[in-house]
């Protein structure tokens, strides 16, 4: 069972809870080394940020299982992006770092009029530009 509830905290904040609920039935062995099924009950709960700003996004998330993670992801052009991501498992006692390039494909009509400088990021028109 999933259950999630995400809102809009001002016009570039969202904030988000998540919680997962899973039961079943597994195989163990007893001690006369034969098959037996154990009933067993999983849950985890995610607290989450989302900030967005002109050409950045951060994202952040914290988990019932010790996991704390952080992504940026930074926009250089409309069709170029930088991803930085960083996570910790306090439970494991591991860290994760990693980094990465986004390519958008100009394939559509609304990243061609941002290349011309015709449109923002958002797809709002710029003041001057000539629309045809």
Do not use: W
């Not at 940020?49 to 992504?71: C, D, H, M, T």
């Not at 992801?73 to 910790?88: F, I, K």
């Amino acid at each position: 069972m999933l259950v999630s509830v995400y809102t809009r905290l001002a016009p570039n904040v969202e904030a988000g809870v998540e919680t997962t609920i899973s039961a079943g039935m597994k195989p163990v062995l007893n001690e006369m080394m034969q098959p037996v099924y154990q009933t067993f009950v999983d849950a985890n709960t995610s607290i989450g940020a989302k900030y967005e700003y002109r050409q950045s996004v951060y994202r952040g998330q914290i988990n019932s299982n010790g996991e704390v993670a952080f992504l940026l992801e930074h926009r250089v052009l409309p069709t170029l992006g930088l991803l930085v991501s960083a996570s910790m498992d306090h439970v494991k006692n591991t860290c994760k770092l990693g980094a990465g390039l986004q390519v958008d494909v100009a394939g559509s009509e609304e990243v061609m009029m941002m290349q011309n400088n015709l449109i923002d990021a958002n797809g709002n028109p710029i003041e001057g530009a000539q629309l045809a």
